[in-house]
């Protein structure tokens, strides 16, 4: 069974670990990545990764968890102004593709079909757009349906787009331009007309 660091140093190591296994299996999945690699890049051994995540299933399982953390709540969502939401997303997209990859190695390796995470994280995110449709500000429309369809707009330029990917080394005037259009795209399909 996985133990929790109690100590400073501990700590830090487990972090480390969960930044070498983040990259590590962002671009080679769970069947290609090498605890080897993960060890080496985050300057510890097999038997501390083992203590901490129990397995490498159990360490890609703490790598998801970590990381639905943080694309959930990369940006501040406002239920009434999806559209300012999705510019957040994209651009949170383009900083941390990892994040993006990795959701497409658990879909591909592990859920290929309905829910890709079991978590309560957008239950908020839920109530909040149901109220928004109560006040008139967004049309109408189950909100778990609104949000795949806002998130998926977002990733439109992301690692999981079948078209482009976008990165930090496109100029700032073609981000600029997708951000304009994916704001007024978001809004056009979700203002109550």
């Known amino acids: 069974m996985p133990i929790t660091p109690t100590t400073e140093r501990g700590l830090a190591t487990r972090q480390r670990v969960l930044a070498a296994a983040t990259q590590e299996f962002a671009e080679r999945g769970i069947a290609g990545a090498r605890i080897d690699r993960i060890t080496s890049a985050a300057r510890t051994n097999k038997a501390q990764v083992y203590a901490y995540f129990g397995s490498k299933d159990g360490l890609f399982d703490a790598v998801i968890a970590d990381s639905v953390h943080r694309i959930t709540s990369a940006a501040p969502f406002d239920g009434g102004n999806l559209w300012d939401w999705a510019v957040q997303l994209y651009d949170a997209n383009v900083e941390h593709p990892e994040l993006v990859r990795l959701s497409g190695w ?70 600029e331009r997708r951000r304009t259009l994916l704001r007024e795209f978001v809004r056009a399909a979700l203002t109550k007309s």
């Open 106 to 175: 658990f879909r591909l390796e592990r859920r290929p079909t309905g829910m890709l995470f079991d978590n309560d994280d957008h239950r908020p995110k839920l109530e909040a757009i149901a109220q928004a449709q109560a006040a008139g500000t967004i049309r109408a429309g189950d909100p778990f349906d609104i949000i795949a369809m806002v998130i998926a707009a977002a990733c439109t330029w992301s690692p999981v787009s079948g078209i482009y990917t976008a990165s930090v080394q496109d100029p700032e005037s073609d981000h």
